[in-house]
């Protein structure tokens, strides 16, 4: 460190951020997480996150905080994940999105007449889980509950991804059976994605409180899913291809609740 900036990229410190990025076991570990650029980190303090440290490309100007470090841009380029990130990087505290403490700020969605919930059983690209989160902000879901990922929310392809939906839209991560049930005691209808003994999604009514329910495009959704559906529906399928990326059918499906609700006067 040459006076107040970092300049080599063996410091601890620089090592601790790069480390966070890569490794989805060390952010689980010590509940924390990194963010790149200044909409996303703005995003996310706006959203209730917690900073703990930021980090700057030494010529970037700016109010200098007490948790601020500058850099070198050779330091920088390491640490960044992506490129165009404006020279800025902070270090930021999780949230708990398990089951229960999700229910805690927003169980008051639970009050109205037709909640819209987006479930996703085993999604493993951070991408697709990204593109969604923010396709469910722009949609107005209520909440979207992730059932036995095999990616976590912090993966930094997936903020990307969700241009800061990941901060904004109410997320729960539980296992698939915890969400089945609470799905069925809060009266929401579950619908399952599926090709196989279904019909086409525009024949069925969305306007009550709804739960859209997806698997991957590999696999599908599990046995569990299938049986505890109250529908099964299914996306059209016109050329040779028989599968969607599951970040496009999700969006189809939420964007036909929000044309129901709207043509109905509800949105």
Avoid at 28 to 57: D, N, P, S, T
Avoid at 145 to 165: E, F, K, Q
Avoid at 202 to 221: K, P
Wanted: aromatic fraction near 6%; charge should be negative.
């Amino acid at each position: 460190m040459e006076g107040n900036i970092i300049t080599s990229v063996q410091n601890a410190r620089i090592k601790h951020v790069v480390a966070l990025q890569q490794k989805s076991s060390l952010r689980r570990e010590e509940g924390l997480f990194v963010v790149e650029g200044q909409r996303e980190i703005g995003h996310c303090i706006a959203c209730g996150y917690e900073v703990v440290e930021v980090y700057k490309r030494s010529q970037e100007s700016g109010v200098r905080r007490e948790v601020e470090y500058l850099v070198t841009p050779k330091v920088y380029e390491k640490m960044a994940y992506r490129g165009s990130t404006e020279g800025i990087i902070a270090v930021v505290k999780s949230k708990d999105h398990s089951l229960a403490s999700f229910l805690l700020p927003h169980s008051s969605f639970l009050e109205k007449d037709n909640p819209l919930v987006v479930v996703l059983e085993g999604v493993e690209k951070p991408g697709n889980l990204g593109a969604i989160l923010r396709t469910a902000e722009a949609a107005g879901v209520d909440a979207v509950i992730v059932c036995d990922p095999l990616t976590d929310l912090y993966n930094p392809n997936l903020i990307r991804a969700s241009i800061g939906g990941v901060f904004s839209v109410p997320t729960a991560v539980c296992p698939s059976e915890e969400c089945i049930a609470f799905l069925k005691s809060n009266g929401i209808k579950i619908l399952t994605a599926q090709l196989q003994d279904s019909y086409e999604y525009y024949d069925y009514d969305m306007m009550q409180a709804t739960a859209l329910v997806m698997g991957t495009e590999s696999t599908g959704l599990t046995q569990q899913w299938r049986e505890a559906a109250d529908a099964h529906i299914r996306i059209p399928m016109l050329g040779r291809l028989d599968s969607l990326n599951v970040s496009v059918s999700a969006a189809i499906l939420m964007y036909e609740a929000v044309r129901q609700r709207k043509v109905n006067g509800n949105v």
